[in-house]
């Protein structure tokens, strides 16, 4: 089984910065892409930032220029750097894994969410 681990969440006041790492274990046999996600309470899930096992990235419209997303291919890990925070920001952060692996006997690509971590802003 594959397993996606968040760590990093927290309360930091308006302005401040947080760092989240998300980290896969389980059978893995590559990781295409890793993301954040965030949903506020009331509102949809939606894409912080990604990134594809050659590096590019791309990012939400609300977050560019304050976060910044990196991986470590090696610990099949993703970070996302959050400066500037915002009490907009506030939200469950949750990481995404497009990944290669064996379910259920099958070889093949699937998606996995993690549990989320919660990030909360005081302004």
């Known amino acids: 089984q594959v397993q996606l681990v968040e760590s990093g969440g927290g309360l930091v006041q308006a302005g401040g910065s947080l760092r989240l790492s998300c980290a896969a274990s389980?059978?893995?046999?590559?990781?295409?892409?890793m993301g954040w996600y965030r949903q506020a309470p009331g509102k949809q899930r939606e894409l912080v930032a990604g990134?594809?096992?050659?590096?590019?990235?791309n990012y939400g419209d609300s977050v560019k220029g304050r976060f910044a997303i990196s991986r470590d291919n090696a610990k099949n890990t993703v970070y996302l750097q959050m400066n500037s925070l915002k009490p907009e920001d506030t939200a469950a952060y949750f990481c995404k894994a497009i990944l290669t692996s064996r379910r259920n006997g099958y070889e093949g690509t699937y998606m996995y969410w993690g549990q989320g971590t919660q990030v909360t802003v005081s302004s």
């Open positions: 389980g059978n893995i046999f590559s990781i295409n892409k």
């Open positions: 990134i594809t096992s050659d590096g590019s990235t």
